[in-house]
C-alpha cells in the first residue's frame, strides 16, 4: 500500500507526539520508515561567527550531526521497522519534505500539526499546513499538545471514512478498504446531511416543505450509505458499519470521532457537487484543525 512513511520532526517533544501512530502503521504495513529533520538556512546564520572561525558550513555539518544523534536515538524506538532510515538536511522544511514525497507517490507523509522548540526548530503547523496544500502524497496529520504521548504504540480500533457522495470524496473510501484490512480496522462510512443550501423554485408563489425535502434528502443519503456498505460487504469487508447524521459536516465528524477511542478519519481534501453535498476542502482542514483524532488527507489532485 506505501512503500514508506516518513516523519518530520523539529526537534520539540509536540512534533514526536505522530510517533505512537508512526510505529503502528510501520508495524502493521510492514515497510520502512524514514525520520526527517530540516535546519533552516537563517537557524545556521544565526550559530556561525566567522569572526571565530565559525563558518557556515561548519555550523551545518555540527547541526547536521546534532540531528542526526536525535534521530538515531528515536530510530530505536521502531523495533519492528524493516528498516529505519534517519535523514539531517539544510533547507525550507515545506519544500524539503514535499520533495521528499514526490520522489515516491507510495511514500506516506505522517506528521503533527505543531511544535516548537529547541536550537533547531520550525514552526510545524505552519509547516504541516504548507505540505497540506502543496503536497501529493497521502499525509498522515496528528494534532498534538503538551499532554499526548509520545511513547509507545498507537490503538487503532475503527477507519472513519465521510463520504459527501461525490466521486472525488469516495477515492478516500478505495484506499481506506485496503487500510481497513491491513490494520484490521472496522470501517465507519459516515454521511452528514442537511438542508439544500440554494434551491430553484418554478413560482414566487411556491413555498417548499422544509420537512418534506429533508426527508427527501435523508433518504437518499440513506441509500447511498446502504449501497456502499453492501458492496464493500460483498467484497469480503466484515467489520463495516455506516453513520447518517444531520448537522454540520465537520462538526457532526469531530463529535463522532470524540465519542469513541482509536479512531482514524480519512478524508480527500475536497469534493462537491450535487444538492446535499458539502465542499470537502473545508471541511478537512476544519477537521484537521480540531480533531483530537488523527486524519489521512488523500490529495484530490492524486
Known amino acids: 500500500m506505501y512503500t514508506k512513511i516518513l516523519v518530520p520532526l523539529d526537534g520539540s517533544r509536540l512534533s514526536e507526539t505522530v510517533l505512537p501512530y508512526a510505529r503502528s502503521l510501520v508495524r502493521d504495513l510492514k515497510v520502512p520508515v524514514e525520520l526527517l529533520q530540516v535546519i533552516e538556512p537563517e537557524i545556521v546564520s544565526t550559530f556561525a561567527d566567522p569572526a571565530h572561525a565559525r563558518y557556515v ?42 520533495n521528499r514525497g514526490a520522489a515516491d507517490p507510495g511514500i506516506l507523509i505522517a506528521m503533527s500539526t505543531r511544535g516548537r522548540s529547541g536550537i533547531q526548530r520550525w514552526v510545524l503547523g505552519s509547516v504541516t499546513n504548507k505540505v497540506l496544500h502543496l503536497s501529493s502524497n497521502h499525509l498522515l496529520i496528528v494534532r498534538g499538545d503538551e499532554k499526548s504521548k509520545t511513547d509507545g504504540e498507537a490503538t487503532l480500533e475503527s477507519l472513519i471514512v465521510p463520504l459527501d457522495g461525490s466521486p472525488l470524496a469516495e477515492k ?9 484490512r491491513n490494520l484490521k480496522l472496522e470501517l465507519v462510512l459516515l454521511r452528514v ?9 418554478v413560482s414566487d408563489e411556491y413555498t417548499p416543505d ?16 446502504e449501497s456502499k456498505v453492501e458492496t464493500l460487504r460483498g467484497e469480503g469487508l ?21 465519542k469513541t477511542q482509536g479512531n482514524l478519519v480519512a478524508m480527500c481534501t475536497h469534493g462537491r457537487s450535487g444538492l446535499s453535498r458539502w465542499v470537502l476542502g473545508s471541511v478537512t482542514e476544519r477537521v484537521v484543525l480540531h480533531s483530537g483524532d488523527p486524519v489521512l488527507v488523500i490529495p484530490a489532485t492524486e
Open 57 to 98: 558550513d561548519v555550523v551545518e555539518v555540527d547541526m547536521k550531526r546534532n540531528s542526526l544523534d536525535y534521530l538515531d536515538r528515536l530510530a530505536g524506538s521502531f523495533p519492528g521497522a524493516p528498516s529505519v532510515i534517519c535523514s539531517a538536511e539544510i533547507g525550507n522544511p515545506p519544500e524539503v519534505i514535499v
Open 172 to 180: 478516500a473510501l478505495r484506499y481506506s478498504l485496503e487500510l481497513a
Open 193 to 201: 446531511y442537511g438542508l439544500p443550501t440554494s434551491t430553484y423554485y
Open 210 to 225: 422544509l420537512g418534506q425535502l429533508t426527508e427527501q434528502v435523508r433518504e437518499e443519503a440513506r441509500k447511498y450509505l
Open 238 to 258: 466484515e467489520k463495516c458499519s455506516s453513520l447518517l447524521l444531520q448537522g454540520d459536516a465537520a462538526e457532526e465528524i469531530i463529535d463522532t470521532a470524540r
